[in-house]
């Protein structure tokens, strides 16, 4: 499976216990897609946050994200990682 990193704008001020909850949202939901989110970080000045994902496709990325109310901005795959 491919490795995916998203990138969510426009969540500013975002707290560890919001982030934590996004993340969990994302997780219960998941095998619906084959999508495993394996962790989270966020700065909350700037209000990005990234993700990153084992997936089929980007597009299953967002659907998750999507369903669980926070649509991605951006998706890109990470095909290497070292």
Not at 29 to 49: L, N, R, T, Y
């Amino acid at each position: 499976m491919t490795q995916f990193m998203d990138v969510h704008r426009g969540m500013r001020g975002i707290t560890a216990d919001q982030l934590h909850e996004a993340h969990q949202a994302d997780l219960a939901i998941e095998k619906e897609e084959g999508v495993h989110f394996k962790q989270a970080w966020a700065d909350p000045d700037s209000g990005i946050v990234y993700c990153l994902s084992e997936a089929p496709s980007a597009e299953a990325v967002q659907r998750i994200h999507e369903r669980a109310g926070h649509k991605a901005d951006e998706i890109h795959p990470v095909p290497l990682t070292i």
